[in-house]
T-cell receptor
Framework: ETGVTQSPTHLIKTRGQQVTLRCSSQ?????VSWYQQALGQGPQFIFQ???????GRGNFPPRFSGLQFPNYSSELNVNALELDDSALYLC?????????????FGPGTRLTVT | AQKVTQAQTEISVVEKEDVTLDCVYE???????LFWYKQPPSGELVFLIR??????QNEISGRYSWNFQKSTSSFNFTITASQVVDSAVYFC???????????FGKGTKLTVNP
C-alpha cells in the first residue's frame, strides 16, 4: 500500500474524445510524475509537476496536459484521443529532494481508446 | 540519449531455481542512478533498489542480489531460490542525476512455476 490512489481504474473512450485521469498523492508529496505504459512496454515519462508548476516533460505532444492542486491531487488530461493512447497511466508522488527511492507509484488507470 | 535494454523478454523457471535478469544501460552522464522495480499483476510499480553511479559495490537483500558493473554498463539482478510469489514483470530504470525522471527498459516477465 503506497498511499497513492488513482481513478478511475479502467476507462474506455472513443478516438477524438477527451479524458481526465486523477491521482491522489500522499500528504506532503508536492512532486508528482506521470508515466504512460503501453502493453508490453516499460513506462515512459510524460511530465512532472512540482508545487503546481510543470517541472519537466518527456516526448509527448501538447494534447497531454496536467494540473496539480494544493491538496496533493493531480490530473492528467488528454485531448483528441488516438488509438495509440491506449495504455496504463501511472502517477508517482514524492517529496522533493528525497530521491526516487522515496517515490511511490499508484496502481494506474488503464485507458482503452476504440 | 539515455537508454535501458532488457534483452530477456520472458523467463520461466521452476521454484527454487536461481534466476538472473539482465540490464544494460547507456548514458553520457557521469552522475546517474539505476533502479529495479517489480510490477505484479495489480499494476503498481514496487521499488526494489537504487544504486548510484559512484557505488559499484554489489548488494544483497535476502534472496535478491544486484551486480553493478560500470565497465560493461550493466546492472543485473539475481533472485536466489525463486518462489512463485516472485512471478512479475521486472523493470530496470535509469535516472539522470537528481532529475527524478526515469527511463525504463521494456521489462522482463518472470514466471516461477511450482
Amino acid at each position: 500500500e503506497t498511499g497513492v490512489t488513482q481513478s478511475p481504474t479502467h476507462l474506455i473512450k472513443t478516438r477524438g474524445q477527451q479524458v481526465t485521469l486523477r491521482c491522489s498523492s500522499q500528504s506532503g508529496h508536492n512532486t508528482v510524475s506521470w508515466y504512460q505504459q503501453a502493453l508490453g512496454q516499460g513506462p515512459q515519462f510524460i511530465f512532472q509537476y512540482y508545487r503546481e508548476e510543470e517541472n519537466g516533460r518527456g516526448n509527448f505532444p501538447p494534447r497531454f496536459s496536467g494540473l496539480q492542486f494544493p491538496n496533493y491531487s493531480s490530473e492528467l488530461n488528454v485531448n483528441a484521443l488516438e488509438l495509440d493512447d491506449s495504455a496504463l497511466y501511472l502517477c508517482a508522488s514524492s517529496l522533493p529532494g528525497q530521491g526516487i527511492d522515496e517515490q511511490y507509484f499508484g496502481p494506474g488507470t488503464r485507458l482503452t481508446v476504440t | 540519449a539515455q537508454k535501458v535494454t532488457q534483452a530477456q523478454t520472458e523467463i520461466s523457471v521452476v521454484e527454487k531455481e536461481d534466476v538472473t535478469l539482465d540490464c544494460v544501460y547507456e548514458t553520457r552522464d557521469t552522475t546517474y542512478y539505476l533502479f529495479w522495480y517489480k510490477q505484479p499483476p495489480s499494476g503498481e510499480l514496487v521499488f526494489l533498489i537504487r544504486r548510484n553511479s559512484f557505488d559499484e559495490q554489489n548488494e544483497i537483500s535476502g534472496r535478491y542480489s544486484w551486480n553493478f558493473q560500470k565497465s560493461t554498463s550493466s546492472f543485473n539482478f539475481t533472485i536466489t531460490a525463486s518462489q512463485v510469489v516472485d512471478s512479475a514483470v521486472y523493470f530496470c530504470a535509469l535516472e539522470q542525476g537528481g532529475s527524478e525522471k526515469l527511463v525504463f527498459g521494456k521489462g522482463t516477465k518472470l514466471t516461477v512455476n511450482p
